[in-house]
């Protein structure tokens, strides 16, 4: 049995010793992500039966609970733990050849800094999804998110070093109120422990026990892209290198909705609140879908589609009951493989044809086969189209609010179904682009343009694979996802698995 | 300028909306009243269970030591952001510098071995005294930092100090690992703890507050001598 | 008045938070936000101590095995600090080299010409 903390001690030990190894040779350099990621994929699926049947409690240090902080290993936490340590290491077999064609490599140990920092991207997201002790969370979550204001401004170009200022802004202003609202939970229940407080709140009337919790959701929402703070999100995943587009995507939001619904589901036990985060999450589903409608720049385009995803994601976990917290959690696995393939799919396309805009992207589809059909298949898993891991997932959240029997509930599902319909309508207009256009026609850049090469063309397949062999058998999901919606529904047991 | 008046307005509206929840949130935690039970149980327990007679660093380094392999983590981060950042701006030609007078060199270069001397005492004292690894690895870089405004003839050896800054976090990592070994728990304090008050006393604590102090000098150090180059 | 000397240590604390929050709302130098987030930081890192207060408390310290443990302020408040102080060392060190590269490409720091990516 691996001890679960070896998930997060190993990235961050190989991520320590990248320097030590850059002494050696440079090469191997970029294969230590591949390594740690492997590591913890694998550990994450051996992991998968034992903590089905029970979770693991980690005490560290070895004091009991209340006194220590204590890694909480549940359903949920393993299946984020697999979905990062997938996505992490195929971004980083992309990445063997992306970073360094990038250039401007004018300073010694510029790729060494890349690779270090992305590896403890990664296990700062691991140590956000395992962990029972709401500081902890609020340490690690600080881990993730200046290791992605650095990845951000990485290239150091002009739109780079902008986009990661005003992300780096709004970022800290998020992260003072999440410690705010922590000196106020510690203020009145006297612990930092997530069990423990959860114990000693019961009911949401008081103004000293909502005011936290408007806090910490104000916080966390910062890095999920809710509505009204999400002015960072467009600039931000369209100026990083697409290797970093990809995570940022597709691990770093899906780990602020992850706070959000530890706090509002397992902490604070907000049965009231859940029409709010509903509605908010239909906003910002409708508000990113037409935004995106309207882009030219495929990045842009793809980093609106992001929001609005995570708002449909807000509204399933909204819904409150099982069947939508695991539609919520399933749209969740399918925002993360498809958006991940859809930024891989484009970073080669774009390096080669030198430019963002869609226009300059027609007739591609004849020159580089395979990128065009990973994007045509990342597009339509999203849409929600049948063979694809999209349909059934789309389909999940439909029959659970289809369960709840209120009329209101009825005319919230026409508004996702019309942020369906937007969302085919600007997928269909690249996809006419890639493949029934013609070539702008110009002689000297026809040479450069051809596939990508093989480094980058494994990780894309892999996807394609994984996103087309769930779709087609999703039963093999419905088990872990039944049980990590119980987890978060289930207050008292987590109590008691954490305090016996 | 009604746009930004207009904006000045909304933001006041906002503060005063927040102040006001505020107040009726912070009513009802008394000021000045013990009001934890964690509190107590680490006052009352710490010596025997650490060995430390500073509970502060009982609680930052034995209760609650894995927020602290986060914070190196996060000073980690800041170094190679910077250094990944600055890292791109193409190299200048060297400036002329007019050398510093004699009273002011030789001041700098008398005083640097005792902030050297005063750092490396804040941090091998950490169990003992207030203070610990992050404050004694600031002061030491704050000695180099001396030593490059007064009397700079040449610059750190940037390799030897990654060297150092990566050593230094490995070992605070294997001493917890060290831990899961020996007895099955991260972070556990397997060494004996000696007698309180004493300068070896506290089990592993000393050993990663050396570690931590060298690690965060060797990182400070280097963020300067980052952003002197650069200007 | 009672209640000004009682809580003088939480208005201080908020005082600090909403000023800082007014900066980063309403000026638009960079660098000027930035000092806007070190008074934000510092302002949390000063609530978070008063919390710990205990009236007529000491610093947890045994420095002579006679001291009375009753005299003694909250333990936890103050690790919490040493954390978050690194915490927004680090940040500031990244937003300062932002802005100095920041100001190597645009030439100014004014936030409101800095807009290029706009739709």
């Known amino acids: 049995m691996v001890n679960p903390i070896l998930l ?41 039966p034992k903590v089905l049947n029970k979770p693991i409690i980690v005490k560290l240090g070895g004091f009991p609970p209340p006194f220590c902080i204590n890694l909480f290993v549940g359903p949920v936490g393993i299946l984020f733990s697999c979905l990062i340590a997938l996505i992490g290491l195929l971004v980083s077999i992309y990445a063997i050849r992306y970073i360094g064609a990038q250039g401007k490599q004018s300073n010694v140990g510029q790729e060494e800094r890349y690779h270090m920092l992305y590896l403890l991207l990664l296990a700062g997201a691991t140590g956000v999804v395992l962990t029972g002790d709401i500081f902890n969370l609020f340490v690690f979550y600080e881990i993730l998110c200046i290791s992605s204001y650095a990845l951000v401004a990485y290239l150091g170009d002009k739109p780079g070093v902008e986009s990661a200022s005003k992300y780096l802004i709004q970022g800290s202003i998020g992260s003072s109120f999440i410690l705010i609202s922590i000196a106020f939970l510690y203020g009145q229940f006297g612990t930092l422990n997530m069990a423990d407080i959860a114990q000693n709140i019961n009911s949401l009337t008081s103004v000293q026990v909502f005011f936290p919790l408007i806090l910490l959701v104000t916080g966390f929402g910062i ?260 049980s990590a919606a119980s987890e978060f529904l289930d207050r008292v047991a987590y109590i008691k698995l954490v305090l016996k | 300028m009604s746009n930004i008046r207009m904006r000045n307005i909304i933001g006041l509206i906002l503060l005063f909306i927040i102040a006001f929840a505020v107040i009726l949130s912070i009513i009802e935690i008394p000021f000045g009243i013990p009001k934890t039970t964690v509190g107590n149980y680490y006052i009352n327990n710490g010596i025997d269970e650490t060995g430390a007679v500073n509970i502060v660093t009982s609680v930052v380094l034995n209760y609650r030591g894995y927020d602290t392999l986060g914070e190196v983590t996060i000073l980690l981060i800041a170094a190679l952001g910077l250094g990944a950042v600055l890292g791109t701006i193409k190299r200048k030609a060297k400036k002329e510098i007019t050398p510093s ?25 950490g169990h003992l005294t207030p203070g610990g690894g992050f404050q004694g690895g600031a002061i030491i870089a704050s000695g180099y930092l001396l030593v490059y405004l007064g009397c700079a003839k040449r610059r750190i050896n940037q390799n030897r100090f990654k060297i150092t800054e990566s050593l230094s976090a490995l070992i605070f990592l294997i001493v917890g690992l060290l831990g899961l070994v020996f007895g099955g728990y991260f972070l556990l304090n397997f060494l004996p703890k000696g007698i309180p008050n004493t300068l070896f006393s506290a089990g592993i604590i000393p050993i990663i507050y050396i570690a931590i102090g060298f690690k965060v000098g060797s990182e400070l150090t280097g963020v300067i001598d980052n952003l002197i180059e650069e200007s | 008045m009672i209640f000004l000397s009682n809580y003088i240590y939480y208005i201080g604390a908020f005082g600090l938070i909403l000023i800082a929050l007014y900066i980063l709302l309403t000026r638009h130098n960079l660098i000027k936000k930035i000092i806007g987030l070190s008074i934000l930081a510092t302002g949390v890192n000063l609530l978070i101590i008063a919390i710990g207060y205990i009236k007529e408390g000491t610093a947890p310290i045994f420095s002579n095995p006679n001291l009375n443990p009753q005299n003694m302020v909250d333990p936890v408040p103050e690790a919490l600090v040493l954390t978050a102080i690194v915490i927004s060392v680090a940040v500031l060190a990244m937003a300062l080299s932002l802005a100095i590269r920041l100001y190597k490409h645009y030439r100014t720091l004014d936030m409101r010409k800095i807009k290029e990516q706009r739709w």
């Open chain 1, 223 to 482: 890095e999920a892209t809710i509505f009204p703070l999400n002015a960072w999100l467009p600039d931000a995943h369209s100026s990083a290198p697409s290797t970093i587009s990809a995570i940022l995507s597709g691990i770093a939001i899906e780990i602020g909705i992850y706070a959000i619904a530890r706090v509002v589901f397992t902490l604070f036990g907000a049965q009231d609140f859940f029409l709010f985060l509903l509605m908010l999450g239909l906003l910002t589903l409708l508000l990113g879908e037409l935004s995106a409608f309207s882009q030219n720049n495929i990045k842009r385009m793809l980093a609106y589609s992001s929001a609005g995803q995570m708002g449909l994601i807000l509204f399933a976990l909204g819904v409150g009951t099982t069947e939508g917290i695991a539609g919520g959690l399933f749209q969740l696995i399918t925002h993360v493989l498809s958006k991940a393939l859809l930024f891989l799919a484009t970073g080669f396309m774009i390096y080669r044809t030198g430019s963002m805009e869609i226009t300059s992207l027609q007739g591609i589809g004849r020159k580089m086969p395979l990128s065009s059909l990973a994007f045509t298949i990342g597009a339509f898993s999203l849409i929600g189209l049948p063979p694809f891991i999209g349909f059934p997932s789309k389909l999940m959240i439909v029959f659970s609010v289809l369960l709840k029997q209120n009329v209101l509930y009825t005319v919230f599902i026409v508004i996702v179904l019309i942020g369906t319909v937007i969302e085919g309508a600007y997928f269909f207009k690249v996809i006419q682009a890639l493949y029934f256009k013609e070539l702008p026609t110009q002689e000297s850049s026809d040479a450069q343009i051809q596939e990508a090469p093989l480094a980058a063309l494994i990780p894309m397949v892999i996807l394609m694979a994984l996103i087309i062999s769930i779709g087609v058998y999703p039963k093999i999901m419905t088990g872990i996802l039944n």
């Open chain 2, 101 to 125: 007078s004699v009273v002011l060199s030789t001041g700098c270069k008398v005083l640097f071995p005792f902030i050297l001397l005063f750092g490396s005492y804040i941090f091998l004292h």
């Open chain 1, 8 to 48: 997060i001690a190993v990235p961050l030990g190989l991520a320590f010793s990248i320097p030590l190894f850059g002494f050696v040779s440079k090469k191997i350099v970029k294969l230590i992500p591949i390594v740690g990621m492997l590591f913890n994929l694998i550990a994450s699926l051996i992991l998968i």
